[in-house]
């Protein structure tokens, strides 16, 4: 351990991803963070140990967890690429951990080298918009700090409501959505760290002077690079859908009003539907022995 890494506090904690939960027993450090599994006997095995720089923690927990959630005793906390729902014993207990969090991530986000780097942003299902922007992000901008400022340098109208940013870090199969509080900086200085563990087979090595050129601009094979992508968001694109519903049907219906102005024939649909609009015309007179059908 570290010799001015100091304990802060250790606890209990429920964590839940969607339906799945984790039992976990956690260590905060003033400059790191520990997830350990509980053994037989006491004994703890490290299931992740993350830099406080590269975490975040949020109140969304409605959009990471589902079922109920007891938000007086949860808040969300993460770290690249994952947003996990904590539920503590005790609204008490919630409120300290938060509270320590909090202050420890923005002292350690104090002592990050670089505090500011360049971001390739890509574009996908948008438009003729360029194919990608490089903007500059600091360690505290959230991901929707960063959509905004990705939208102006694009010259796409929007905000952060419209548009959704997601990220291929190469830990996951598959691009990964961010909620918006995430921050893009520790993701993307996350991967690269890795990245440097990777290529150069040294922890020592990957030292923040070494996270420089190449690195910082992505000079890298495109597997390894940590990608950035700004797509609509899912509401957005589901609104989009219904009113191209909407004037569809406007259209059809207005062709149809030309079609019987331009002396065209109505279709087979719309006879029948004429018809059953003039047998309602028809009544029924009782007579002595008879009906006598009348049309009005």
């Known amino acids: 351990m570290c010799s001015s890494r100091t304990l802060l506090i250790d606890g209990p904690v429920e964590l839940k991803r969607g339906l799945q939960r984790q039992e976990r027993h956690l260590f905060l450090f003033n400059d790191l963070f520990v997830a350990a599994k509980i053994k037989y006997n006491n004994n703890f095995k490290i299931k992740n140990k993350i830099k406080l720089t590269d975490m975040w923690t949020a109140s969304c927990v409605d959009e990471v967890g589902e079922g109920n959630t007891n938000a007086l005793k949860s808040f969300v906390l993460g770290w690249p690429t994952v947003n996990f729902v904590a539920t503590f014993s005790s609204p008490e207990q919630k409120d300290k951990w938060l509270s320590l969090l909090?202050?420890?991530?923005?002292?350690?986000?104090?002592?990050?080298?670089?505090?500011?780097?360049?971001?390739?942003?890509?574009?996908?299902?948008?438009?003729?918009?360029?194919?990608?922007?490089?903007?500059?992000?600091?360690?505290?901008?959230?991901?929707?700090?960063?959509?905004?400022?990705?939208?102006?340098?694009?010259?796409?109208?929007?905000?952060?409501?419209?548009?959704?940013?997601?990220?291929?870090?190469?830990?996951?199969?598959?691009?990964?959505?961010?909620?918006?509080?995430?921050?893009?900086?520790?993701?993307?200085?996350?991967?690269?760290?890795?990245?440097?563990?990777?290529?150069?087979?040294?922890?020592?090595?990957?030292?923040?002077?070494?996270?420089?050129?190449?690195?910082?601009?992505?000079?890298?094979?495109?597997?390894?690079?940590?990608?950035?992508i700004l797509k609509p968001s899912r509401l957005a694109m589901a609104q989009q859908l219904s009113d191209e519903q909407t004037q569809g049907e406007g259209d059809l219906q207005r062709r149809h009003g030309l079609q019987e102005i331009r002396g065209h024939p109505p279709s087979y649909d719309r006879l029948l539907a004429s018809a059953e609009c003039q047998m309602k015309l028809f009544i029924c007179v009782p007579v002595p022995a008879a009906f006598i059908l009348l049309l009005f």
């Open 102 to 228: 909090q202050r420890y991530i923005t002292l350690e986000k104090e002592k990050d080298y670089p505090k500011s780097i360049p971001l390739k942003i890509f574009a996908k299902d948008i438009g003729n918009c360029a194919y990608f922007k490089t903007i500059t992000v600091m360690n505290s901008d959230t991901a929707n700090e960063v959509i905004n400022m990705s939208l102006q340098m694009l010259g796409i109208t929007g905000s952060e409501r419209d548009y959704q940013l997601w990220v291929n870090s190469g830990k996951e199969a598959a691009p990964y959505p961010l909620i918006g509080h995430e921050y893009p900086y520790g993701i993307k200085m996350s991967h690269l760290r890795d990245t440097a563990l990777l290529t150069q087979g040294s922890k020592d090595s990957a030292t923040p002077s070494q996270l420089q050129e190449p690195f910082l601009m992505e000079q890298l094979p495109r597997e390894m690079q940590c990608q950035f």
